[in-house]
């Protein structure tokens, strides 16, 4: 007599077993999912870079690392002044030393998806954005910007006491107003960097600066530099001097004072 309705077999309840991927397909998938994300971080968020030259000291020194973070400009947002930033070279910049991207095949891939720190751009601060006009300086050595001095009285620059940069003779100068979509830059080490102060292309007081070399394209910004990473006991955020708030502030109060009053209507 055989059984009617009888249950599954034990065979049919075990469950089914799923195939596992080899450790080598594993680590392959694993090892592509990384370099995806990681061209997929260095093209829309954060890249790295290293420091060629003293041109930013006494904040960035040679061989530090950086962090640059790209959303900060992302649709109308432009740096502004006070902004330290990774850009492209303009055209000649550039020196022989700052040229150099990677020193072997590793390091230059690993570059190219964001896995090692680049160089072959420039790193500068923000002084003037469009339509400012930059004069240096005044009796204590300042920039002004617009007219109004620029304190640089907290320790943020590195010999202050030079305010014409590397050229000679050149520390009578006024650039400016920037043209939209460009900037003015300047590295921290006013004596020791080749920025627009240097490519306005004077060499001596009597002459008329040709400022047409002086600024940056917009367009070349990388991004803004947020935080110094490596050597360790030099990591922190890379933040905007108080000289430039200070700066901002008193120019949004003399415009505020120069707007005419309206009127009530009657």
């Known amino acids: 007599m055989t059984e009617e309705n009888a249950g ?29 994300l990681a061209i997929l971080v260095k093209t829309f968020l954060v890249q790295a870079f290293y420091i060629p030259s003293r041109s930013m000291e006494p904040g960035l020194e040679v061989n530090d690392r950086i962090l640059v973070q790209k959303p900060s400009y992302w649709g109308s947002g432009e740096p502004e002044r006070g902004d330290v930033i990774v850009f492209a070279d303009p055209g000649g910049w550039l020196d022989a030393n700052e040229a150099v991207t990677a020193t072997n095949p590793l390091t230059e891939a690993l570059s190219r998806i964001g896995l090692y720190p680049t160089g072959g751009h420039l790193v500068k601060r923000v002084i003037g954005v469009a339509g400012d006009t930059i004069h240096c ?14 304190d640089s009285s907290d320790e943020w620059i590195e010999n202050n006491s030079r305010c014409d940069g590397p050229m000679v003779g050149a520390c009578d100068w006024t650039a400016g107003p920037v043209p939209d979509g460009e900037l003015f830059v300047m590295g921290d080490h006013r004596d020791n960097s080749a920025d627009s102060s240097y490519h306005l ?3 001596s007081k009597a002459e008329t600066c040709d400022a047409s070399d002086a600024y940056v394209d ?6 803004k ?21 200070q700066l901002a502030a008193t120019l949004a109060a003399r415009e505020e004072d120069a707007e005419p009053a309206t009127s009530a209507a009657p």
């Open 137 to 150: 300086c005044d009796d204590r050595g300042r920039l002004e910007i617009n007219g109004v001095p620029l």
């Open 225 to 245: 530099v947020f935080a110094r990473v490596w050597p360790a006991d030099r990591f922190g955020l890379v933040e905007k001097p108080p000289a430039f708030d």
């Open 8 to 36: 599954p077999s034990a065979a049919d309840e075990a469950p089914t077993e799923k195939k596992r991927m080899p450790v080598w397909q594993e680590s392959i998938l694993l090892l592509v999912l990384a370099v995806v």
């Open 201 to 203: 292309q004077c060499t």
């Open 218 to 223: 917009v367009d070349l910004v990388v991004g």
